[in-house]
């Protein structure tokens, strides 16, 4: 079974700072897609970005970005100039590639991140 | 464009109680997938349906069912309500079964006495 640990429960960062959240994640596919949710207190989940893994190029979308070391199953994402609207949960999944699943996502627990003026 | 939507957004519900929730998929999306989220925690996989079958389920009991309508849209029924079902209940919609993101609503915030 398919494992998403998030160690850091809480996280801060001050205005225009850059913060980085870990993500580890126990497969045993080859294939697969991941992911970092933003779920703010409106309660929405919402796309921040994602990594196809048999990408080695590191997915990049405005001033978010992702560390992906396949080899150590390890996938953190990284907030440049982080700005207040950016505090929120955020929650790293994972998505098998495989034919025959459901092909349902794995949250990890998430970390609340506070960003400060 | 239209997102996906549900309903109610609140519920309070007593224990053995019935409850249906209720979620619209994105236009033009045909696979709906439902999640659990407790207090403090991440999304847990309820079920998913694709052209209303089911296809695909985590480790719920069967007191937890669904219906995907010709429309797409989708029930999650949960029987015999107990005070750990109270969440967070996401629902998601995606292109296909095949596609690899998941859009989500707003969920709907269930609270069993």
């Known amino acids: 079974a398919q494992t998403v640990t998030q160690s850091q429960p809480e996280m801060s960062v001050q205005e225009a700072e850059t913060v980085t959240l870990s993500c580890t994640y126990d497969?045993?596919?080859?294939?697969?897609?991941l992911f970092w949710y933003k779920q703010p207190p409106s309660r929405q989940m919402i796309l921040v970005i994602r990594q196809e893994a048999y990408k080695q190029q590191n997915a990049t979308e405005n001033r978010f970005s992702v560390n992906f070391q396949k080899a150590a199953k390890s996938f953190s994402l990284k907030i440049s100039d982080s700005q207040l609207g950016d505090a929120a949960m955020y929650f790293c999944a994972y998505r098998p590639l495989s034919s025959g699943s459901a092909r349902q996502l794995t949250f990890g627990s998430g970390t609340q991140l506070t960003v400060l003026p | 464009e239209t997102g996906v939507t549900q309903s109610p957004t609140h519920l309070i519900k007593t224990r053995g109680q019935q409850v249906t929730l209720r979620c619209s998929s994105q236009s033009g999306h045909n696979t709906v997938s439902w999640y659990q989220q407790a207090l403090g925690q991440g999304p847990q996989f309820i079920f998913q349906?694709?052209?209303?079958?089911?296809?695909g389920r985590g480790n719920f009991p069967p007191r937890f069912s669904g219906l995907q309508f010709p429309n797409y849209s989708s029930e999650l029924n949960v029987n015999a309500l107990e005070l750990d079902d109270s969440a967070l209940y996401l629902c998601?919609?995606?292109?296909?079964?095949?596609?690899?993101?998941?859009?989500f609503g707003p969920g709907t915030r269930l609270t069993v006495l």
């Open positions: 349906y694709y052209r209303e079958e089911e296809n």
């Open positions: 998601a919609s995606s292109l296909s079964s095949l596609a690899y993101t998941q859009y």
């Open positions: 497969t045993s596919e080859s294939d697969y897609y």
